[in-house]
């Protein structure tokens, strides 16, 4: 079944991209762009309904879902798709992050082991978040001396270095890319964000938005928030 094109759709297929690139080192969102990721999800489950075996309509929502804070309904539906589809990558990184918003890092760390396909850069700030960042280092540090060698690479690994307590390798790591009175205000950014454990206000300050209301996967209604516990996914083979 093909999906009408309309506007709605259009904008939840361009927000969608733009999400994915914006996932990591985001600060804080305005107004709009909540109000565009709210837009998103409505569009992403309006797909999602049409085509509901459709495995990247699933995954774009699982991300909008993530985008627009909505942790707990991302978990749901990157779970529901990453157990179809075990060697799904880009699910199983999204449903890290979802995980790491609903503060559970021991399932998020057993979801993000098994990846190597994923870009290091990316997969490093979600073990790091996922409470890892000597893994995150490890992934991350070899990339230096690659044609990979980037801003985001350095500012990743500098907040890995930071959350590893490595201040002094955090601040030479950041000040390649910024003024020393940016690095200063980098560092005591990141000093807030380790001193917050809860994973979905450590989460919030790269996404940039707060965590909303949610009451599931495809729910409008609170009915059964009490019953959902989140827990480590089913064992699924390592990619």
């Not at 230096?144 to 907040?159: D, G, I, K, M, W």
């Not at 030479?172 to 005591?188: E, F, I, P, T, Y």
Request: aromatic share 6%; net charge positive; proline share 5%.
């Amino acid at each position: 079944m093909l999906l009408k094109k309309s506007p709605v759709l259009n904008a939840f297929l361009k927000i969608t991209a733009v999400a994915a690139l914006s996932v990591i080192g985001a600060s804080s969102a305005s107004a709009d762009i909540v109000s565009d990721r709210f837009s998103a999800v409505t569009a992403a489950e309006q797909a999602f309904r049409q085509q509901p075996d459709n495995s990247d309509i699933q995954f774009k929502l699982g991300r909008a879902y993530l985008m627009a804070g909505r942790y707990l309904s991302a978990w749901q539906c990157l779970n529901k798709l990453v157990l179809r589809d075990p060697y799904n990558e880009k699910a199983r990184l999204y449903m890290g992050l979802a995980a790491i918003g609903n503060n559970n890092k021991t399932a998020a760390q057993s979801i993000l082991s098994p990846i190597t396909k994923v870009s290091p850069v990316d997969l490093g700030l979600a073990l790091t978040l996922a409470g890892q960042p000597t893994e995150a280092i490890k992934r991350m540090e070899p990339l230096l001396s690659t044609p990979s060698n980037s801003a985001r690479l350095r500012q990743n690994l500098a907040f890995a270095y930071a959350m590893a307590e490595r201040w002094n390798d955090a601040s030479k790591m950041a000040g390649q890319d910024l003024s020393a009175d940016q690095v200063n205000a980098r560092l005591s950014q990141w000093s807030r964000v380790i001193r917050e454990k809860n994973g979905a206000v450590q989460l919030q300050a790269f996404i940039g938005v707060p965590p909303a209301k949610d009451y599931g996967f495809l729910s409008s209604t609170p009915a059964s928030l009490s019953l959902i516990h989140i827990s480590e996914p089913t064992r699924l083979d390592v990619i």
